[in-house]
């Protein structure tokens, strides 16, 4: 599908965003897992959640909707998959739902599309498999895995690698293990798990990087919200920081702490960002955010920024070419292995809209002040990129188009619908 992205002067309007991302796959898994019925209101429409969904059904958990709308899941014990389950272009279904194949008491195998395929796995394998887990994986490393359930083992492990998948998936694991489980994080990661984890019944602690999820505890059926996505709402609040003219408000975002990293970064660098009606709901802070037009000094995400802003980096990288100083990314190899190697992705079309940048192994240096120029945007099947640069055509100087721009459907199908909405010539 290609879509074709005019300039727009001014962006305005009132938009809800999908559920978030995160937040959904921990939902969709626990819900399987947990004695009795749950309802999931403002699931993602993503096809990367949908993909965890059809894993889980394939398991045995009965998923349906109610009449309104909402994902109702009958949980309990899963049993062997008939066939090797679909995760699509997950990782997150893949490296998280490893941890709860690996404690079942059947063998099952996972895998997904080519893009998948080519996404190493061992920082999921290794702490799995001093748990008592057996897995088997193409060339060592790469889906399809083969994971002969186990019984297994609480642990205590020092991530080498800041991550909140490879936490995640440790911790799921841990429910099912004998003794309690430890995770130990070199930077704080975001904590969706953890909170979810809590909502359905388990002891779990929290304090300065290390989580001791105890043993034994009986995961319960819940009736949950999820708020929008932080991560989608960047793509717009990009587009209203660069626009001539903008007043746009977003409707109920998650905004939890540790997915803040964010809104800190676009205030320190001149954003006009206000939250608005901030409430809990199942742990998870969310509020509405008003941001206008503002003028962007730039900036520099390195260390454990750039660890929480990873999923944000492609957007960011746009609004730092608009900005007064640019934007210099450090730190960042993990985006060499996301969907594409999107230092690359990026740098191609940045070259393609006439753009100047400079990449290093780790990351990337952008100039500001920088004209973006009318152009055929290739984002290799990632929809991160799609959306980054659909926000960088609005401030073209002529009409761009997006090849393959179904992509974006992977974590927000409505991206192209509300783009227009809010977009004024």
């Not at 290609?2 to 727009?8: G, K, V």
Request: net charge negative; with cysteine.
């Amino acid at each position: 599908m290609r879509e074709t992205i005019s300039p727009a002067r001014k962006i305005d309007g009132v938009i809800t965003l999908p559920g978030d991302k995160s937040i959904s796959h921990r939902y969709g898994m626990l819900a399987a897992v947990a004695e009795g019925r749950s309802t999931i209101a403002n699931y993602s429409t993503g096809a990367d959640c949908q993909s965890t969904l059809g894993c889980m059904a394939a398991l045995g958990a009965k998923i349906d909707r109610d009449e309104e709308g909402r994902v109702v899941i009958e949980g309990g014990a899963l049993r062997e998959p008939a066939a090797q389950l679909d995760a699509g272009n997950s990782g997150s279904t893949i490296r998280m739902l490893s941890g709860i194949l690996a404690a079942q008491p059947f063998t099952s195998q996972i895998g997904g599309d080519e893009s998948l395929s080519r996404r190493p796995m061992a920082r999921v394998m290794k702490p799995l498999t001093e748990m008592g887990a057996c897995i088997e994986a193409r060339d060592g490393s790469y889906p399809p895995l083969t994971i002969h359930g186990r019984t297994l083992q609480g642990i205590d492990y020092t991530l080498p690698v800041a991550s909140a998948q490879v936490k995640s998936c440790i911790l799921l694991a841990g429910v099912f293990a004998q003794g309690d489980t430890i995770v130990r994080e070199p930077v704080r990661t975001r904590d969706h798990t953890e909170i979810a984890l809590r909502e359905f019944g388990t002891d779990i602690e929290s304090e300065k990087r290390v989580i001791r999820l105890r043993a034994g505890a009986r995961l319960k059926g819940r009736e949950l919200y999820v708020p929008g996505d932080l991560s989608s709402a960047c793509f717009f609040l990009v587009a209203a920081l660069m626009a001539k003219e903008a007043n746009l408000i977003i409707q109920g975002v998650g905004l939890n702490p540790t997915r803040s990293a964010l809104l800190d970064f676009l205030v320190s660098m001149g954003a006009s960002i206000k939250v608005l009606d901030l409430h809990q709901t199942a742990g998870e802070l969310i509020g509405n955010l008003r941001v206008r037009t503002s003028q962007i000094a730039g900036g520099v995400i390195e260390g454990a920024m750039t660890t929480a802003l990873i999923d944000e980096i492609p957007a960011l990288a746009v609004l730092g070419a608009s900005s007064r100083d640019g934007l210099t990314v450090r730190d960042a190899s993990e985006l060499r292995i996301k969907e594409t190697d999107r230092i690359a992705t990026i740098e191609s079309n940045f070259r393609r809209m006439g753009l100047e940048i400079e990449t290093a192994p780790d990351g990337f240096r952008v100039p500001g002040g920088q004209l973006f120029h009318a152009a055929e945007i290739d984002p290799a099947g990632d929809h991160r990129i799609a959306m980054a640069f659909a926000v960088a055509a609005l401030a073209a100087d002529g009409p761009c188009t997006i090849e393959g721009a179904e992509c974006a459907g992977v974590s927000f199908p409505e991206f192209f619908d509300w783009l227009r909405e809010i977009a004024e010539a």
